[in-house]
């Protein structure tokens, strides 16, 4: 499915708008270099592709059929896959479980089934492998390759989230439209993205699991925890929420309750928004794993300070108590003004020579585990001229495995620095609570992991 040889498109129009001639356009637009064979039987060529009247006339094997045509007609065209020998079916096509019609969906399960075929949806947008420059999507073209792979069980939220990390500059390794999974779903699709050495993190949309199946979900996604980092949304929390799910996605919304202690059994972290969903992605994406929990707030704003610390204490992050030795150090990095207690607060008139050396100590301290760095604009400081600076002293210790964390609180030009910040890969936020809380669930995986291999461990001996 993610690196085929050969993808049929079957329903590809000339018709810019209509889904099967989009899909087509991004699979050439956005580079794919494997072979694609449009199929209708009304059109000879398309962008100088042949067009084929039917899967069966394609003189090659074909790895994936991208089906694009009237729920009626998808059976026969499934059966006609099969006889062809394709591997995976990706069904665009809506009108199937998700509107009652569930003996058509059990019965493209079964011609799959037997032939060996797999299926994606239907009722999706289709799919995304940046690695082989794979966009089979109707969704926006020009997705940032990363390392992030992005799953999700809604289809219109996930097409508008595609343009949205284009717009933050998010880099996806992958984006997967599920539907209606009556085949693959997210725990088999994450169980792939845990072997796969382009995807470090595993950003989740889910709506619900398939009935019966959270035991399954619990125990298979703590093995791909052990791997990759999960970080899940689970919509329908409310009563009426759970309902618009079960007429959306014909997924059983279920007690957030449950799911919130299967995700912590499993030790996949929760987000209660698209917005923590992508900073906390940004996070694992770019940072090493904390090596303890200790943590300084370096800053030039004694109020962002503040904020940082309330919500350092609300969200389980340990404040470092510096040494007396420590203090000393940061002391000479600050007018007397200043304070060296954690925040270590450089003042409204630090340069960026200020926040150069108090950088430096903290990473070469090993009293410091995590840095929350926090930056308000002021006139004595050009923020990019500190983003360049922070990158430099970043690079300058990349051996050290620390994490940190950065926000830049002010106008047009901070926006720009930030985006300088995150494009070298540290992540950086208009808000002090933001990077905190990001950090706070990298410590969050950090102690899981701990207690779950060290578990492991001990069972072994
Ligand atoms: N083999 C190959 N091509 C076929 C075919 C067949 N058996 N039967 C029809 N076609 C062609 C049609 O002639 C048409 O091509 P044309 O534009 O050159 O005439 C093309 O395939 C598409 O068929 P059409 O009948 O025009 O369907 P459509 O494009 O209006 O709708 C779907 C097809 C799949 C888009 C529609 O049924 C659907 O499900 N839409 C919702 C999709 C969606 O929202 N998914 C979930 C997203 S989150």
């Not at 790895?63 to 026969?76: G, Q, T, Y």
Request: hydrophobic share 40%.
């Amino acid at each position: 499915m993610f690196q085929p040889r050969s993808i049929a498109i079957i329903g590809a129009s000339k018709k810019p708008g209509k889904i099967g001639h989009d899909i087509l356009k991004n699979l050439i637009d956005y580079g794919y270099s494997g072979r694609i064979y449009p199929v209708n039987p009304n059109i000879d060529e398309i962008y100088g592709l042949k067009s084929y009247p039917s899967i069966l006339s394609i003189p090659d094997e074909v790895d994936v059929a991208i089906i694009a045509i009237p729920a009626e007609k998808v059976l026969s065209v499934a059966e006609e896959c099969g006889i062809k020998g394709v591997k995976i079916l990706v069904v665009i096509t809506s009108g199937f479980s998700e509107v009652g019609n569930v003996d058509a969906e059990a019965n493209l399960v079964k011609i799959a089934k037997k032939y060996g075929m797999r299926i994606l949806g239907p009722n999706i947008f289709g799919y995304v492998y940046t690695p082989s420059k794979l966009n089979a999507t109707f969704g926006p073209r020009e997705v940032l390759g990363g390392n992030i792979a992005f799953i999700t069980q809604s289809g219109a939220l996930g097409i508008a989230l595609m343009g949205w990390t284009i717009m933050e500059e998010i880099g996806l390794s992958s984006i997967v439209s599920l539907g209606n999974m009556s085949d693959i779903d997210m725990i088999e699709l994450s169980e792939y993205f845990a072997e796969d050495p382009n995807t470090k993190v595993i950003a989740m949309y889910l709506e619900g699991l398939k009935p019966g199946s959270g035991k399954d979900f619990v125990e298979r996604m703590r093995r791909v925890v052990l791997k990759k980092t999960v970080i899940v949304i689970k919509a329908g929390r409310s009563e009426r929420g759970a309902l618009a799910v079960a007429s959306h996605t014909g997924s059983l919304a279920g007690s957030d309750m449950l799911y919130d202690v299967a995700f912590k059994q499993a030790g996949v972290i929760r987000a209660y928004g698209i917005e923590e969903l992508f900073d906390y992605s940004r996070a694992f994406a770019t940072q090493p794993l904390p090596q303890g929990e200790e943590t300084i707030i370096i800053t030039n704003g004694g109020g962002a300070g503040v904020m940082a610390t309330d919500a350092a204490e609300e969200n389980g992050i340990k404040l470092l108590n510096p040494s007396d030795s420590l203090r000393e150090a940061f002391r000479k990095t600050m007018p007397w003004f200043g304070s060296s207690k954690n925040p270590i607060d450089l003042t409204g008139q630090a340069v960026v020579e200020n926040y150069v050396e108090a950088l430096e100590i903290a990473y070469e301290s090993p009293e410091v585990k995590n840095i929350i760095l926090l930056y308000c604009r002021t006139s004595v400081l050009d923020p990019l001229e500190l983003a360049k600076a922070i990158v430099d002293v970043k690079n300058r210790y990349r051996d050290v495995s620390k994490p940190i964390l950065v926000s830049m609180i002010g106008g047009i030009d901070v926006k720009e620095a930030s985006k300088y910040l995150n494009r070298n890969n540290i992540p950086t936020y208009p808000i002090p609570e933001r990077a905190v809380k990001s950090l706070a669930k990298l410590i969050e995986y950090y102690r899981f992991l701990k207690k779950h291999k060290l578990e492991s461990l001990t069972r072994v001996a």
